[in-house]
């Protein structure tokens, strides 16, 4: 047995609490959001489990890193934030409707780090740019961040399916309340905000000592900023222009997009950060 | 993007007294550069510029880039600097509209959120008690006395602290927290101009810097980056030594360059750099940047007379040494780090009157003379004792590299260590420490005691009205 048969395991949960949170959302029994629940919760569970073995595993082979320091790792812990963020959320909330658009996002990350044949899910050493105190805060900051934006991306979906059907189908009814879904978009999109200004500044720190420049205007850099630009105008209509509602949503899928890329996309661009070549 | 068709003129301005007495166009101008519609298009133009110049690439081959497409065209994308778009006029524009946009609107607001800041909870504001929901009102029975102690120790209980002032409209009761929050917004805007200025502060009186030393050599001057300029340093900096180490896998491990920094011909500075750990002198800041080879390798040579060893000569190509006790020059033809499979060798000239002799020096000559017996007789070349009666011996040979640095001063990062700080502390302020109100009018309605409750929130007003419900709902509960 292994961490990545754990993480496999995994997988398989998210999947499971993906289509069970789909059941809940069309089918009346309650039975359907505990049983996705409880699916998501002892993923993350495990999810936890198998980072920390990673972990150890890395000092067994006299590496000694904490598994945060390529794409595969990057992918994991963006599922597990997400699972976090949200099944906190969950909680705080009580109502289980938003799984239904923000556990699939977890599954297909882990599932992709898993599946992608260009993702390597060996342990490797650390290269000398990587040798910082930095890498950790760096890293947790900004995926937490992400996890919020997806929170938020699930919520803003969730909003739009229940306004912009024409025909009302019954499970509509059951979906949470227009307001309470609008503070969800509201406050994850800004708890999101302080985290990736934080991951923000921390990269800056990071790449001060690093390169010798705070802010260099690599790809990766300027589209985090585009991203917190995003997640800044919508947070400001939201305040001071009283925006609600649909158009909150609009910049929850938005900002969504652009952090995906700011992920994802900004590595087929050339750049310091182009870690998903190698 | 949907918004960018309304006009910027119609915000909601709070004008103040001292706006009153400008002119109107002054008045416009003001309510232009103060309106958060300017604000968001202006940050929609500066997120599309980014865009944009995260696709285009930035410095690119200027003579290449006409043959791709035309040199006309090249021409017009080089003159609104659409390859530097970071340093481009267009960009430098938007980000001055921003600034003026951030002070106007800050100064413009501060007065009245300074108002509201020293406004009391007491008496409340009109409308408090208006239209209120009815989960926010309670009908009790009971005594006044008793039932006040309910509602205060409940108040404590979910709001902290509270006041209580009595009225010909009955008891009120209220408590507010975070207060400080207001400000929360203008230490958020501040930090984002100081960020500015620490970015000005930095381009206008900092600079970066390249330069390449050889082990064992020093500079005084360093190449501007991006340009040809050569800036003289009022000290140098010397290679002693730099050390490149692999994991097993081929992924380089640790890159270190140990310096020495000296003026007047005084070390005055020692100092290891590494990747991630700078060096700082004189306020520079040093960075290890790059390394390469060089093609001259460094090796260490003994000779000895009779068993007499000689004391330790160090060598590079082309170098030439003197053996006194035979009163002959040596020449260093060439110095390999691996020659014939056989490992490192150096090849020696010696010119004595009459006879030139060249032969090699192998680091591992004993064990290459062990397998290949006969080998002197054979090969002469390569009997170290050629010159009688002097054997060589080869120490050791080691790489020669160069390091590649990079030399920073930045006198705004100070600043924009600063305003990261405030930034984090503002947005923190703004969202997790929110201006919370709550008033309860406690009064007599016939028979019964009415309990109103009324919040109100600078943020999540729809948690804080939940909140409330609770306290009503937990008055509710204890009072009967």
Known sequence: MSHEMIFSWVTFLYFAASVLYLFRLVLPREFWGRAASFCSRTGLVFHTAAIIWRWKESYDLGIGRIPLTNLYESLIFFSWAIVLIYLIT????????????????????????????????????????????????????????????????????????????????????????????????YRSAALGFIFLTVGIMTGSIWAHYAWGSYWSWDPKETWSLITWLIYAIMLHSQYVRGWRGRKMALFALIGFASMLFTYLGVNYLPGLHSYLKS | MFFLTTTIFDDKFQQTQGENRLPKQAKLLLSFFSSVKLTIVLLVLIVLVFILATFLPQHPDVQELGRKISPAGAEIFLSLRLFDLYHSPLFYILMSLLSLNLITCSVSRFPASLKQFRTSCFPEPPGTFDNIASDHIALLDGEKYAVGKIVESSIRNKCGTFKKTETERGTIFYSERGRFSLFGVYVVHLSILLMIAGAIAGSLF?????????????????????????????????????????????????????????????????????????????????????????????????????????????????????????????????????????GPAVKLKVSAPGKDLQFWIFRHIKEIAAANPGLFSKVPVFNPGLFKPVVFSLEHTEQQYFTGLHIVKDPGVPFVAVSGALMVAGLLIVFFMPHRRIWIRMEHSGTKLVITASGRSSRNQAGWERLITELVQFIREKAT
């Open chain 1, 90 to 185: 969950e909680l705080r909330i009580k109502n289980k409707s938003a799984g239904v658009f923000v556990v699939p996002v977890a599954f297909l990350a882990i599932a992709y780090a898993s599946i992608s044949s260009g993702i390597t899910s060996k342990i490797e050493p650390l290269i000398p740019a990587l040798q910082s105190n930095w890498l950790a805060t760096h890293v947790i900051t900004c995926f937490m961040g992400y996890a919020a934006f997806t929170v938020a991306f699930g919520s803003g979906i969730l909003y739009l399916l229940k306004n912009a059907l024409s025909v009302k189908p019954v499970f509509t009814d059951r979906l949470p309340d227009p307001v309470l879904l609008d503070a969800l978009i």
């Open chain 2, 206 to 342: 900092g600079f970066e810097a390249d330069v390449n030393i050889k082990e064992g050599e020093s500079v005084d001057s360093v190449i501007i980056a991006g340009s040809k300029d050569i800036r003289r340093l009022d000290f140098s900096v010397r290679c002693d030594k730099f050390t490149v180490e692999f994991y097993e896998n081929g992924a380089p491990k640790t890159y270190r360059s140990d310096l020495s920094f000296i003026r007047n011909n005084h070390v005055e500075h020692k100092g290891a750099l590494l990747v991630n750990h700078p060096l700082t002198f004189a306020d520079l800041r040093f960075y290890q940047t790059s390394y390469g080879e060089l093609p001259d390798i460094k090796a260490s040579l003994t000779y000895s007379i009779a068993g007499r060893k000689s004391a330790e000569i160090f060598i590079r190509e082309g170098d030439q040494f003197f053996i006194p006790e035979q009163k002959v020059g040596v020449e260093v033809l060439r110095v390999e780090e691996n020659i014939m499979q056989l």
